[in-house]
């Protein structure tokens, strides 16, 4: 992506899950470091959807800062949360999109239908392009024609080519014939936007495992897969994400609609539950808006 979130960034769409952290800052206030200001920020965490394993994990790690500083008053606590936070998502350190310069690189987007995919694959070929790389979108989604009409329009107004199939069709049919082209072409990245029908789950998951060969069978072309998750969704996602990070082998996470009703803690649930990385983020819905992920913006942005 062209840029990091910055902190600016952030103050806007994670201010419903700044809020609570904004009002426990006023009750700690001139206020003794007590059991009761532990039970008050772990309340807060959970509000932020932060979820119970890892608020646990926080506390007893902020807990040992704090003895360790000597802190007494609650007040200084709001700094050493913001650097826990930062430091335990710095434990996933590759937020890199990778590519394989001087061929086709792909990127799968996977994810339940709703969340963003395409809109996403839409924001991605846009910055690409803007850098100076071909760009091809494909609709690997055969079986919703608005999916591919809506990656159309996208692509008409972006100006960047998309490949689909016939309605029905094999999308890893399609997926392999957008391959063939994109090597006629030059392209320099392909991105497919896939299937998301989870009430056919098992159809569903063994489709996109075939995609995934497929893409496969061209040597180094796969560099990404993608999992769209609406931060909407809460704790309620990460079921749901788990499918398919275990079918398909997901390298990183796109998170959309942070700017809606998100908590924004989720991500920290998401990093500790899928064990992969926040790679990207959207924040508005200009193509503009999907940025690249910075763990020491977010925990600033948050912790406000």
């Known amino acids: 992506m062209s840029r990091s979130a910055s902190d600016s960034d952030l103050d806007e769409p994670l ?3 700044r809020a609570p952290f904004r009002r426990l800052r006023e009750r700690w206030h001139a206020r003794h470091l007590d ?3 532990w039970d008050d920020l772990e309340e807060t965490l959970l509000l932020a959807d932060v979820g119970m394993p890892t608020t646990t994990r926080l ?4 807990r040992d800062r704090a003895r360790h500083a000597g802190i007494r008053d609650a007040d200084d606590l709001a700094p050493l949360l913001e650097a826990e936070i930062t430091d335990e998502l710095a434990e996933q350190p590759d937020r890199v999109l990778h590519t394989n310069p001087g061929q086709a690189s792909v990127w799968l987007l996977v994810g339940v239908n709703g969340v963003g995919k395409t809109t996403t694959a839409a924001k991605l070929a846009d910055a690409h392009q ?3 790389e071909r760009v091809l979108l494909v609709a690997a989604d055969t079986f919703r024609a608005a999916a591919a009409d809506q990656l159309e329009s996208w692509g008409d107004r972006i100006g960047v080519a998309v490949l689909r199939g016939q309605e029905g069709g094999d999308p890893a049919s399609v997926v392999f014939d957008a391959l063939q082209a994109a090597g006629a072409r030059g ?3 392909v991105l497919v936007d896939t299937a998301g029908r989870m009430h056919t789950k098992r159809n569903l998951m063994e489709e996109l495992k075939k995609i995934r060969r497929v893409v496969e069978r061209f040597p180094e072309a796969l560099t990404e897969v993608l999992l769209v998750l609406d931060a909407t969704t809460g704790q309620n996602g990460l079921v749901q994400a788990r499918e398919f990070t275990d079918a398909v082998g997901v390298t990183g996470v796109a998170l959309t609609k942070l700017d809606g009703t998100a908590k924004g803690g989720i991500v920290l649930a998401v990093e ?7 790679k990207l983020i959207g924040v508005g819905e200009s193509a503009a808006d999907l940025v690249a992920f910075d763990p020491a913006a977010f925990a600033a942005a948050l912790v406000g």
């Open 130 to 132: 803007k850098r100076g």
């Open 15 to 17: 201010g419903r899950s």
């Open 187 to 189: 392209v320099d990245l």
């Open 59 to 62: 506390l007893d790690a902020l």
């Open 35 to 37: 059991e009761e200001t």
């Open 272 to 278: 500790a539950e899928l064990g992969v990385p926040v």
